[in-house]
């Protein structure tokens, strides 16, 4: 009997020991997560942030911004033909505009033209340049020599697309006045 009760001590004092070990390694591991985690108040700040002011990382091609903002303006999904995908915005002021240069191929650049209802632009020689801003992959040279695709909603808002068929190159600018 006295052997019987020694042995459910022992049990009990090891589930006991077991069990104070697992509360303080929760403790341990709650309190890693709490000091390592964002807080909601960071969470909804940043999201904000993004709606109000999206990022555009103009000088490094390809970095989830980039990819955002090509989801929200070009609307087109992002298949393994796009990349070297490059965005600028200014939208400081009472006009905005936005700049893509991104690879891709012919059949995703159909694709956008019809997305965006883009039609051959034969009428109006302007290119925006006087909007557009100065980047290496930004090439006005090569762009006023491609064929320049238009939309328009008969005021203020524009949309012109230059596709290189040889380089499969794209060139989107969204702006308004």
Same mark, same amino acid.
């Not at 077991?18 to 929760?26: M, P, R």
């Not at 990382?57 to 390809?62: E, G």
């Given at each position: 009997?006295?052997? #019987?009760?020694?042995? =459910?001590?022992?049990? #009990?004092?090891?589930?006991?020991?077991?069990?104070?070990?697992?509360?303080?390694?929760?403790?341990?591991?709650?309190?890693?997560? #709490?000091?390592?985690?964002?807080?909601?108040?960071?969470? /909804?700040?940043?999201?904000? =942030?993004?709606?109000?002011?999206?990022?555009?990382?103009?000088?490094?091609?390809?970095?989830?911004?980039?990819?955002?903002?090509?989801?929200?303006?070009?609307?087109?999904? !992002?298949?393994? @033909?796009?990349?070297?995908?490059?965005?600028?915005?200014?939208?400081?002021?009472?006009?905005?505009?936005?700049?893509?240069?991104? &690879?891709?191929?012919?059949?995703?650049?159909?694709? !956008? =033209?019809?997305?965006?209802?883009?039609? =051959? @632009?034969?009428?109006?020689?302007?290119?925006?340049?006087?909007?557009?801003? @100065?980047?290496?992959? /930004? @090439?006005?040279?090569?762009?006023?020599?491609?064929?320049?695709?238009? /939309?328009?909603?008969?005021?203020?808002?524009?949309?012109?697309? /230059?596709?290189?068929?040889?380089?499969?190159?794209?060139?989107?600018?969204?702006? &308004?006045?």
């Amino acid at each position: 009997m006295y052997t #019987l009760r020694l042995l =459910i001590l022992l049990v #009990l004092t090891t589930t006991l020991a077991s069990c104070d070990k697992v509360l303080n390694e929760s403790k341990e591991l709650k309190t890693k997560v #709490l000091n390592n985690a964002p807080s909601e108040a960071e969470i /909804w700040s940043k999201m904000l =942030i993004h709606k109000v002011f999206p990022p555009f990382d103009h000088n490094k091609p390809d970095t989830e911004n980039n990819k955002l903002r090509f989801k929200d303006f070009i609307k087109v999904k !992002i298949t393994p @033909d796009i990349k070297n995908i490059y965005c600028f915005d200014d939208a400081i002021g009472i006009d905005a505009d936005y700049m893509f240069s991104f &690879d891709c191929d012919s059949t995703t650049s159909n694709k !956008i =033209i019809a997305l965006h209802s883009l039609t =051959i @632009d034969t009428v109006n020689s302007n290119h925006g340049f006087g909007l557009q801003h @100065d980047f290496d992959w /930004w @090439d006005k040279k090569k762009i006023s020599q491609l064929q320049k695709y238009s /939309w328009t909603d008969g005021r203020q808002y524009h949309k012109y697309y /230059w596709y290189d068929q040889d380089n499969q190159k794209a060139y989107f600018f969204d702006f &308004d006045m």
